[in-house]
């Protein structure tokens, strides 16, 4: 009876066993992608990728070895898993440096070599996986579970695996020491606690082979399965941690954007292959190989998640994320969602002007909007030719002139509206409001308009004011945006700096963008040879032109000329200078800011357009750009 009891408990534990298993390679699969798509630039970022990749290639062997597959199969998947194994101490060694680097500590050499070697020295046991010598045959029946024979060598990286994973959590120790704001200590103890979470995940599989795995099979799946479940959640936090390295955008657009991929990719995932392995188990217990409800599980699931979470995304980042700035942010996404876009005005008023021509059976009609001295059109409804737009100005001065402001009058065939401003209630009665544009309709063989006619058509006109007044409005907001929009970016990214090292970061300016970098780049190759794109340059600022100053006596110009070069020699292929594909991006560069030569010469030596010639440069500027930017991270971190 008891064996019974204890053989249905360890089914039910090994089959949850399976699922999280599966959960945990789609939760590490899709924060690999995430990683890949939004801050991939970042060191932390590109060291948790690989360790994402080795979780990725562990899990996802595992979660493939069922009963089904054939011996040979099965010893093919367990190598392979330890493709993923081995490769996870040098990777933890790897982000434990790059988050030290960034907590304000730089290697001064020793620390990068020891992350080479540590890199070497896998690649070593990997080619002894290979080989066969790290792991022996198959024990297609051992227990707890099929498994590799250990070997004196699987003792040895064992060895290897606890020491480099000790050695990391010395450096994320020595990071956390260095955080100075709440903030910082804060993530740095969730990337902490999130780091075990892929040791422990492997921690199984160095198990496998040993004596207590095999005479307490029970004991080995539930610790195994306590493992699954807090790796699942591990990982996640480890993720979150991460997310804030090497972006400069607002706290909450990173926990929001992190939220929602893992609701629509993990979970939703997670959740339909769960569902689907246990409606195909219980078929199978009912005596059913085939069961109809699995694909029916998994599609429900997936719409039903995709549906709950469209409908609760609003709610969850109103009170999950929004915090005190709650009503600031909720006003801000109601303008966004009513934001009158120039396709919406022009919509809204070809509607008031088809409802005008339909009132008075007019031919053609326009809107006409005052942007500062001068009228623009903004739409014309029916026959275009009947409006003599060279003339518009005209009607301006009939206006201004101040005995048409507030009736219609002709203007050729036109009856034409001026179209004024709302009055407001701190304003007289006879005060004139701002004019804001015309509407013009065009008459029929000199007809004139009844006075119900009048009235509707001054209704309209008051339809379209509104909405030239919005876009007056709107306009303001747009120039103010873009006018704080510098000084924002700035503040956003010395908030990022600060993030985890505000004595470092604070002090200097931060790395510009690279976009921002092109351009001060291509004004500054401009001017090659002397002027002030080149001296006054925003790139004087950058560290590794203050360095090379001291190379050249003090000289910014020579300096800036050294850099540029430098940077225009790493675009240059291997091998001696030709006129081929792989050479045009630095042709380019060499023609047309170097030797300074015209744009119909070097199109012609080129044997291309100057159309062509533009985009290409554009490409090769960039590369300049990406090159002066690496440079740059790389001296900030010798300093």
């Known amino acids: 009876m008891f064996f019974g009891w204890s053989d249905n408990l360890l089914a039910v534990i090994q089959t949850l066993n399976q699922i999280l298993t599966a959960g945990i390679a789609i939760t590490a699969f899709s924060l690999f992608l995430y990683a890949l798509t939004f801050n991939l630039r970042d060191r932390v970022a590109r060291s948790f990728a690989i360790i994402l990749l080795c979780v990725v290639v562990v899990f996802t062997t595992e979660a493939l070895q069922n009963e089904t597959i054939p011996n040979w199969g099965i010893e093919l998947l367990l190598r392979l898993q330890w493709f993923g194994i081995v490769f996870l101490p040098a990777a933890y060694l790897h982000l434990s440096d ?23 020295i896998s690649a070593i046991f990997l080619s002894l996986v290979a080989a066969g010598v790290l792991l022996g045959p198959l024990v297609s029946d051992g227990q707890p579970a099929p498994h590799l024979e250990r070997t004196f060598w699987t003792e040895v990286f064992t060895l290897f695996y606890v020491s480099a994973m000790l050695w990391a959590g010395v450096n994320f120790a020595r990071a956390y020491r260095r955080m100075l704001t709440r903030s910082g200590r804060r993530r740095m103890l969730y990337l902490m606690a999130g780091a075990t979470a892929p040791a422990l995940g492997s921690y199984p599989y160095l198990m496998f082979g040993s004596s207590m795995a095999a005479q307490t099979p029970l004991l080995f799946w539930s610790a195994a399965l306590v493992i699954n479940v807090l790796v699942a959640g591990l990982v996640v936090v480890m993720a979150y941690a991460v997310a804030f390295f090497g972006v400069s955008w607002p706290d909450r657009l990173v926990k929001s954007r992190l939220f929602k991929w893992i609701m629509r990719g993990p979970v939703t995932a997670s959740a339909a292959l769960a569902l689907m392995t246990v409606v195909r188990r219980g078929g199978e217990y009912f005596g059913s190989s085939y069961n109809a409800f699995v694909p029916l599980a998994v599609v429900g699931t997936v719409l039903l998640l995709e549906h709950t979470i469209t409908l609760a995304a609003p709610l969850w980042e109103r009170w999950l994320f929004f915090g005190r700035d709650r009503a600031e942010l909720q006003l801000l996404q109601n303008v966004e969602e009513r934001l009158l876009t120039q396709g919406d005005l022009q919509q809204f008023l070809e509607a008031v002007l088809a409802a005008v021509r339909d009132h008075l059976q007019s031919p053609s009609a326009f809107v006409a909007a005052l942007d500062g001295d001068e009228l623009s059109l903004i739409v014309v409804a029916g026959k275009r030719s009947l409006l003599d737009q060279d003339n518009l100005p005209e009607v301006l001065e009939k206006v201004e002139d101040g005995a048409q402001m507030q009736k219609e009058f002709l203007w050729g065939d036109f009856w034409v509206l001026p179209l004024h401003q709302r009055r407001r209630g701190d304003l007289d009665r006879d005060e004139l409001t701002p004019l804001l544009g015309l509407l013009g309709v065009a008459r029929r063989d000199h007809e004139t308009m009844e006075h119900d006619q009048r009235e509707a058509l001054w209704l309209l006109a008051d339809r379209a004011a509104l909405a030239l007044e919005d876009r007056q409005l709107q306009q303001r907001v747009f120039r103010s945006l873009e006018d704080i929009q510098p000084g924002v970016e700035m503040i956003q990214r010395l908030r990022a700096a600060g993030r985890y090292d505000t004595r470092a970061n604070m002090l200097a300016e931060p790395p510009p963008q690279e976009a921002d970098l092109a351009n001060w780049v291509k004004d500054a190759l401009t001017h090659y040879w002397g002027g002030p794109k080149l001296t006054n340059s925003p790139l004087m600022k950058l560290r590794i032109v203050q360095d090379l100053m001291h190379d050249y006596k003090g000289n910014a110009a020579n300096a800036m000329r050294a850099l540029l070069r430098k940077a225009v020699d790493q675009v240059k292929p291997a091998g001696d200078r030709r006129f081929t594909t792989e050479w045009i991006l630095y ?11 015209k744009v119909r010469e070097v199109a012609g030596r080129l044997a291309m357009s100057e159309a062509d010639l533009y985009r290409k440069q554009r490409v090769a500027v960039e590369a300049v750009a990406h090159a002066i930017l690496e440079m740059e991270s790389h001296s900030l971190e010798l300093n």
């Open 98 to 120: 790059a988050v030290l680097v960034t907590a304000g500590r730089p290697s001064r050499g020793r620390r990068r070599f020891a992350v080479r070697g540590m890199y070497v």
């Open 587 to 597: 042709n380019i560069l060499e023609m047309k800011f170097i030797e300074g030569r």
